[in-house]
Structures are given as structure tokens and as C-alpha cells.
């Protein structure tokens, strides 16, 4: 069964940093979403199984940097400049398949973590 293991999360003040870890048995296509209280959950950040490209949801472009650790086939998502918005419990996913492209959308990951809780006190 595979496992996501992530961690990195806490409470911080507003424009603070975190960064997240998320630590797979095998190298997968990854993915990093969050949900808010009432909230669906949304999309954050996203690179591809070679780490080559990578995608941002608007309001975090500049701010978030989503990278990985082939050797240790861990993800992270650095988050700095973090504002109360961006309170919510954090996932990582991973898609299947090698040389998988970038995803997106929540349809298209087939794994994901227990969730961290990130919490930006304002």
C-alpha cells in the first residue's frame, strides 16, 4: 500500500515560512492541496515525476515554491510570505506513472497524505 508521509506544519504569523514535507515509497508525479473550514478543497502546487515543470494556483504564485528530492523521493512546498487566507489543512498527492506530466485537477492523483495543519495567525 503506498504511503504519503507528510509534515512541516504549525501555526505562524502572518508573512512567516513554512515548508511542508511529503515523503512517498516511490517516485510519483506530486501534487500539494488544501482545505479550508467549509471550504472545498483546491489545488496549491504541482510538479512533474522529473521535477521539471511545476504549477501554481494563482493566489500563491510567487510565494509557494513546490520542489523534490529525487534521491529520497520526497516533495516539499515552500511557503513564505503566508497570510491568514492560507490557513487550512494542507495534502500532498501523487500520481502514478513514470515520466507523469503535471496535474491539476483532484481526479487526477491517485494517492494521497493525512493531511498537516497550517494555521497563519494575523
Known amino acids: 500500500q503506498v504511503q504519503l508521509v507528510e509534515s512541516g506544519g504549525g501555526l505562524v504569523q502572518a508573512g512567516g515560512s513554512l515548508r511542508l514535507s511529503c515523503a512517498t515509497s516511490?517516485?510519483?508525479?506530486m501534487g500539494w492541496f488544501r482545505q479550508a473550514p467549509g471550504k472545498e478543497r483546491q489545488f496549491v502546487a504541482a510538479?512533474?515525476?522529473?521535477?521539471?515543470?511545476?504549477r501554481y494556483e494563482a493566489s500563491v504564485q510567487g510565494r509557494f515554491a513546490i520542489s523534490r528530492d529525487n534521491a529520497k523521493n520526497t516533495a516539499y512546498l515552500q511557503m513564505t510570505g503566508l497570510k491568514s487566507d492560507d490557513t487550512a489543512v494542507y495534502y500532498c498527492?501523487?500520481?502514478?506513472?513514470?515520466?507523469?506530466?503535471?496535474?491539476?485537477?483532484?481526479?487526477?492523483?491517485?494517492?494521497w497524505g493525512q493531511g498537516t495543519q497550517v494555521t497563519v495567525s494575523s
Open positions: 516511490e517516485r510519483y508525479a
Open positions: 498527492a501523487a500520481k502514478t506513472g513514470r515520466l507523469a506530466r503535471v496535474a491539476v485537477h483532484i481526479s487526477e492523483y491517485d494517492y
Open positions: 510538479i512533474n515525476w522529473s521535477g521539471g515543470t511545476t
